[in-house]
Nanobody, 121 residues
């Protein structure tokens, strides 16, 4: 059973920083793209950042220059360093990964349970 477990959310003042982590566990053959998405109540989930197994990254325009995504392939973990946080960054952040559990099986999308990030003074 594959699981993605997130950690690192919390309450921070505007201008502050947080670092989110997401570790994949279970029977895993390979992990392709990993990423972070966020959702505000009543709105659609939106992409924040993604990173391929080779390290290529993509960011939403709203977080470019403030957030950095990285991954440790050996530890099956993806990180999101968030600096200069703004109140509009407040949301539930979800980890996502494209995972192949066995070499003969297709890739499936997996999601973490979400972690709350609140930016407020």
């Amino acid at each position: 059973q594959v699981q993605l477990v997130e950690s690192g959310g919390g309450l921070v003042q505007p201008g502050g920083s947080l670092r989110l982590s997401c570790a994949a566990s279970g029977s895993i053959f390979s992990i392709n793209v990993m990423g972070w998405y966020r959702q505000i109540p009543g709105k659609q989930r939106e992409l924040v950042a993604t990173i391929t197994s080779g390290g290529s990254t993509k960011y939403a325009d709203s977080v470019k220059g403030r957030f950095t995504i990285s991954r440790d392939n050996a530890r099956k973990t993806v990180f999101l360093q968030m600096n200069n946080l703004k109140p509009e960054d407040t949301a539930v952040y979800y980890c996502n990964a494209g995972i192949v559990v066995e070499i003969w099986m297709p890739e499936h999308d997996y999601w973490g349970q979400g972690t709350q990030v609140t930016v407020s003074s």
